[in-house]
């Protein structure tokens, strides 16, 4: 059955080209995933706020390593694309993905995390906005962004990386104390575009958590 519209984005663009690495200043950059992260990666899900906000532990360097496998995968085959933040020296200082890509419509998910030792430096909203600059530049339309409503520290990511909130999804995301409520939000390539059904758009509500 043939399709009535193209892809937004074209299947083939990101695995056709190498995955790019990205400057976010101080010396701290957004690269693929090398082997020699598994040690920090293990380490970093240690840590019981990463447990807690992504559901997940690794207990060992060889799972570390099968994750990293998994992850850099994902850019060829173009489901979910997944960078290390890393400093000057290679030190692992946190994660920011792209993930459940669909091409048809030209929309992914953003996912981040960054160690502890490394919070409060303006890291995860850096590399949301370089890598959403990135992903409007090869085609996608609309990047969303998901988060618990007890993670204002999240919610403070996305208002900073320039993500409207759209609202919340009630009980819609598992964790180990049970179901949360997640606040929703996402940036547009178009941004500030005219409406395209006036009567129907309702105006973003501000960040509230
Ligand atoms: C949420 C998180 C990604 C923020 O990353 P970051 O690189 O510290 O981002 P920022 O420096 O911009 O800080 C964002 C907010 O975190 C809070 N924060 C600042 N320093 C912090 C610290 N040392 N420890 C914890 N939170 C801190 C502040 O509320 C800050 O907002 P502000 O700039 O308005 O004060 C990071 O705290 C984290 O990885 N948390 C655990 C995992 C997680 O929540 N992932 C997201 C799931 S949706």
């Keep these: 059955m043939a399709e009535l519209v193209a892809h937004t984005v074209v299947p083939g663009t990101l695995a056709g080209t190498p995955q790019p690495t990205f400057a976010l200043g101080d010396g701290v950059e957004l690269r693929p995933w090398t082997d020699r992260d598994a040690p920090g990666l293990r380490a970093a899900y240690a840590d019981p706020a990463i ?62 995390w960054t160690v502890p030792a490394a919070r409060g430096r303006g890291l995860a909203p850096r590399a949301v906005t370089a890598v959403s600059h990135w992903a409007f530049a090869v085609g996608f339309r609309r990047l969303e962004l998901e988060h618990s409503t007890l993670n204002p520290a999240s919610c403070r990511v996305a208002e900073k990386a320039g993500f409207d909130a759209e609202g919340t999804r009630l009980g819609a995301a598992l964790h180990a104390d049970g179901h949360h409520d997640m606040h929703t939000h996402a940036r547009l390539a178009d941004a500030g575009r005219p409406p395209l059904h006036p009567a129907r758009d309702t105006p973003t509500k501000a960040c509230s958590v």
């Design 51 to 112: 447990q807690r906000w992504h559901v997940r532990e690794i207990g060992s360097l060889d799972e570390a390593r099968e994750l990293i496998a998994a992850w850099r995968r994902g850019w060829g085959q173009e489901q979910r694309l997944e960078w290390a933040i890393a400093d000057g020296a290679g030190a692992l200082l946190g994660r920011l993905a792209l993930k459940e890509l669909v091409l048809f419509d030209g929309i992914a998910v953003v996912a981040y």
